[in-house]
C-alpha cells in the first residue's frame, strides 16, 4: 500500500474513533430531548384536536415515541460498551479490537483492508475499509495474529487465504503513529 493511502486511512480511522463517541452522545441527547419535550407536546396539541381513537397524528407520534425509545435504549447499550473498553487488554502489536488490517488475499490476488470493530460500535460507514467483528470468520482467524502471519478462514463460499501486510492497532491510531 502506498504511503499517502496509509496515511489517509490513519487520518481517518483517527478522526473516526474520537468522533464515535461523541456522534453518539449527540444522538443520545437528541432523541432524550424528543422523547421529553417535542413528542409529549406534539401529544398535547393531538390530545387537544378531540377523539383520539381516529386522531392519525396522535398515532403517528406514539409509534415515533416507541422507535425513539427503542433507539434510544440501541445507542445507550452502545455507549456503555463503549465506555467499557479497556485498552490496557488490547493488545499493541497484534491484531484486536480498533486493528486496522491490510491483507494480501492468495487466492484472489488482491489487498484487502480489514477494521477489528465491536459489533455494537460498528457503524459500516467506510469506504476505506471492511468492518469485521472478533466473532465473524475472518475476524476470528486475524485477532491476535501480526505481520507476515498467514491464516487460512473457511468462508461459505469456500477457504481464503490471507497474508497479513500492515497492522495499525488501536494504540496506533490514538498515538497517530
Known amino acids: 500500500m502506498g504511503t499517502s493511502v496509509f496515511i489517509s486511512i490513519l487520518s481517518f480511522a483517527r478522526e473516526y474513533t474520537m468522533n464515535d463517541r461523541e456522534q453518539l452522545e449527540g444522538e443520545i441527547q437528541k432523541l432524550k ?4 419535550v417535542t413528542i409529549p407536546q406534539e401529544m398535547q396539541a393531538a390530545v387537544e384536536m378531540g377523539d383520539l381513537r381516529e386522531n392519525s397524528e396522535y398515532t403517528e407520534i406514539v409509534t415515533r415515541q416507541q422507535f425513539a425509545g427503542i433507539r434510544l435504549n440501541q445507542l445507550l447499550q452502545r ?7 479497556n485498552l490496557s ?3 499493541s502489536d497484534k491484531v484486536g479490537v480498533g486493528s486496522i488490517i491490510t491483507v494480501f488475499h492468495v487466492e484472489a490476488n488482491i489487498k484487502k483492508i480489514f477494521k477489528m470493530v465491536l459489533a455494537e460500535i460498528s457503524n459500516d460507514i467506510a469506504d476505506e475499509y471492511i468492518e469485521i467483528t472478533s466473532s465473524s470468520p475472518i475476524g476470528k482467524s486475524l485477532y491476535n495474529k501480526t505481520i507476515d502471519d498467514q491464516v487460512v478462514v473457511s468462508l461459505p463460499n469456500g477457504k481464503a487465504t490471507y497474508k497479513i501486510l500492515e497492522l495499525l492497532t488501536i494504540h496506533d491510531i490514538q498515538n497517530g503513529s
Not at 33 to 36: F, G, H, M, N
Open 79 to 85: 455507549l456503555s460498551v463503549y465506555k467499557n473498553i
Open 89 to 91: 487488554s488490547i493488545p
Open 33 to 36: 430531548y424528543e422523547l421529553s
